[in-house]
């Protein structure tokens, strides 16, 4: 809790904390509904914190040089809820999957349990939540949302209508459990973690969200205010053939989660 505070104590001085064991990301605390929209001016309330990515060569296939340097990372809960926001340069939008051509994304993932676990794709007996946010996914559930506007608003009326099958999403981001190489399982139920992304002038901001709470702690990873909690971090180029393996990673850095202000849990109780 000590060490907690100081951490606190020097975000508000302005001062970005290194420790040695790595950089901390700050979940900063605000009432009322977090933001959705990438581009909500409320991530403003969380100060940003520039993460370096090196290329993942330690298991093939490998990524010794990757073509994304850096990831900024924001995030914000209100208590019952924590959000993220992670922006990283890209000149081009590669938001299709098809044989040949390949598909940005960007995940976080987080041990399950106190015991350490490999921050790439976790290990037997020790493993991750890893959120995976796919830019097709994206795509799919942009597109359907445009379809039933234009539905609703009587668009189609006098054109030839076109068969067109759009995958129906959940959510953009698939919820994963990785146990080592090659064993990653999506879970039961996705739609838990939601993402909403935009890319915009050769930048993607991509949000993540989902609820405090838990109806599956043993898969799900965990969370509350006040609570120190792992995070690493993995981005994919589709521009670059980037998939699987090859991937930049930014590896185990400390989140913070701010608690909630004592005068919130007084009214709350009260």
Known sequence: ????????????????VVSSQGLFIRSYYIPGDLPFDPKSPDWNKA????????????????LPDPTIKSLT??????????????????????DRLTPGTFRDGVAISFPLGDAPAFFCMG?????????????DWQTDIDRRK???????????????????????????????????????????????VQGNAVWEQGRWRVVFKRT??????????AFGPGRMQTVAFAVWNGENKERNGQKAVAPWLQLIIDPVPSERVEKKES
Do not use: C
């Open 1 to 16: 809790m000590i060490l907690l505070l100081l951490v606190i104590g020097s975000y508000g001085l302005g001062v970005q």
């Open 47 to 62: 100060s940003p914190m520039v993460v370096p990515l090196s290329g993942q060569v330690i298991t093939r296939p490998s």
């Open 73 to 94: 990372v924001r995030s914000l809960h209100n208590g019952k809820e924590l959000a993220f926001l992670l922006e990283w340069q890209d000149p081009t939008k590669n």
């Open 123 to 135: 290990q037997l007996d020790h493993y991750l939540n890893i959120w995976h946010w796919k830019a």
């Open 146 to 192: 445009a379809k039933e506007e234009e539905r609703k608003a009587g668009g189609d009326e006098g054109q030839i209508r076109r068969f067109e099958v759009i995958p129906r999403r959940a959510s953009s981001v698939e919820d994963l459990l990785g146990g080592g190489f090659s064993t990653l399982t999506s879970k039961r139920g996705q739609g838990t």
């Open 212 to 221: 405090m709470e838990t109806r599956d702690p043993d898969n799900d990873a």
